[in-house]
């Protein structure tokens, strides 16, 4: 199969997260083909559904060059509102349409293509793997990062890693992500005193901090940015107390924020100094207060060096483009692998991703074969 037929195949399992309805089965039939040596991990955790993952790896020599990418989707949101059949990979205009088809099964598709033309043609030292999980659109609990878990105590090691992301706003090509900034979210509540507002001076109004407190978050200048990241923000994106009539002073009110944070901080940082401004205002006063925190990654950056020179110039030298390094857009499962290993990110045009009618160029995708087979070239050189 080539990779077009390769993408439509991938696209006919319905893996909407965290089902894997057999696509792992049929990726891994397809890679042993190759001389891939495969391995399922299912892992279980309370509260997530379990997962199926499967790392597979060509040769056994380092370095070991490892492509991270997911097999699960997103729902398909109204199956009426489709013009084509979400599961089907159907062709029109030079596109294929269905759910996966962007974000991301025909970069698996591109890379397992890639990978074949090269060892096919190609002597080299090193080994080629490819880490795939079916949760990475769920909780992301039991998926890539207890796989890297899983397969570091059983003494493998990865060099680098490229995760096939789509990361091109337009155009194939234009970016490849070489960092992501954290984010941390928080829900501070307070504690006051209920009653009538007409006599205010049995009540405990928490409106009265909780809006200090937003105030002296917003007035808040976390960092100026970098040259490598846009500075730290902090949205807030809820606010709300407890029912009762509008005579009602509340007895609780709460405030949801998030920050997307660069490397100029850590969650913990961060944590210490929200506790803080909290405490400020509701010191020394009857008010309780409780924040509570909940860190989904932390920032990361992958130093400019040989690996993203070489990823830069394996994408140009096929797009003709001056593709930008970027650390743009939201987290994807490259917060876990940069604990283990040199990590970047690129993949297609991510413009439909989760969106009803979401599709590929089909040209993109065979120019993403030759960018994957490039890059491979260009590191075993
Ligand atoms: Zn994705």
Not at 7 to 17: A, E, M, P, R
Not at 180 to 185: A, I, W
Request: charged share 25%.
């Amino acid at each position: 199969m080539n990779e077009i037929e390769l993408t439509k195949s991938l696209i006919n399992y319905k893996s909407i997260t965290p089902e894997n309805d057999g696509v792992l089965e049929f990726l891994e039939n397809e890679l042993t083909a190759i001389g891939f040596n495969c391995k399922r991990y299912k892992f279980t955790d309370k509260n997530t559904p379990d997962v199926d993952n499967l790392y597979a790896k060509f040769g056994n020599e380092e370095p070991n060059f490892c492509f991270g990418g997911h097999t699960d989707v997103v729902p398909i949101g109204d199956e009426s509102a489709w013009s084509f059949d979400p599961f089907k990979g159907s062709e029109n205009k030079g596109k294929i349409y269905g759910r996966g088809s962007s974000d991301m099964k025909s970069a698996i598709a591109a890379f397992i293509c890639a990978a074949r033309e090269f060892i096919n043609s190609n002597k080299f030292k090193g080994s080629i793997s490819m880490l795939i999980t079916n949760d990475e659109e769920g909780p992301a609990i039991n998926g890539t990062k207890k796989v890297l878990d899983k397969i570091y105590s059983e003494g493998e090691k990865i060099a680098s890693c490229l995760v096939g992301e789509p990361t091109s706003p337009k155009n194939l090509g234009e970016m490849i992500k070489i960092g992501r900034r954290g984010s941390l979210m928080a829900t501070i509540n307070i504690t006051g005193k209920q009653g009538h507002v007409a006599y205010p001076q049995w009540n405990l109004n928490p409106i009265e901090p909780l809006n200090k407190i937003i105030h002296e978050l917003n007035s808040l200048k976390l960092d100026e940015g970098s040259e490598e990241f846009p500075p730290s923000n902090i949205e807030f994106v809820n606010i709300s107390s407890s029912e009762g009539a509008t005579n009602v002073v509340p007895n609780n009110a709460s405030a949801q924020l998030n920050i997307r944070f660069n490397t100029d901080h850590t969650s913990e940082d961060l944590q210490k100094l929200i506790g803080e401004i909290v405490e400020k205002f509701t010191k020394n006063s009857d008010y309780k207060s409780q924040v509570d925190f909940y860190c989904t990654a932390e920032p990361f950056l992958t130093q400019r060096g040989k690996f993203t020179s070489i990823i830069k110039k394996s994408v140009d030298e096929i797009t003709g483009l001056d593709s930008d390094l970027s650390t743009t857009g939201g987290t994807s499962d490259a917060r876990f692998f940069k604990d283990y290993c040199e990590v970047v990110e690129f993949g297609l045009v991510g413009k439909s991703a989760h969106q009803i009618d979401e599709n590929v160029e089909i040209e993109d995708i065979s120019k993403l074969k030759n960018i994957y087979k490039n890059i491979l070239k260009n590191y075993f050189n």
